[in-house]
């Protein structure tokens, strides 16, 4: 297969401004928990995603690596960890959206195609 054509024209969008972190699904369901309210148990986020032990923790693992997620071991009955998005991982979520709305404005009929990046 050879290099692909070359274009006339700009493409409309580039999709490479998005979060790769954040846009895999798991991802990005825990950041909109998060972003959603101030903090969540593991086994909150468990519950309301769906996901297994062992992918949850390797999401939040990478979030937390990368400066998004907050994490909070305290006692309470039992051992319990809370996560929360640092400031960081506020702001990449939000810029994230933001590029998310621009997508949407651009691919809905009578979008603006006008608002290339």
Do not use: C
């Amino acid at each position: 297969m050879g290099p692909p054509p070359p274009r006339d024209h700009e493409p409309m969008f580039d999709f490479d401004k998005l979060d790769k972190l954040i846009h895999e699904k798991g991802r990005l369901g825990i950041m909109t928990l998060l972003a959603a309210r101030p903090s969540w148990t593991f086994q909150d986020l468990k519950a309301e995603l769906e996901l297994s032990d062992g992918n949850l923790v390797s999401h939040l693992r990478t979030l937390h690596d990368n400066g998004y997620v907050a994490v909070t071991k305290e006692v309470l009955d039992r051992p319990q960890t809370s996560y929360a998005l640092t400031a960081k991982g506020r702001k990449q979520f939000e810029d994230y959206l933001t590029i998310l709305e621009q997508i949407l404005k651009v691919g809905r009929p009578g979008g603006d195609s006008s608002t290339r990046q």
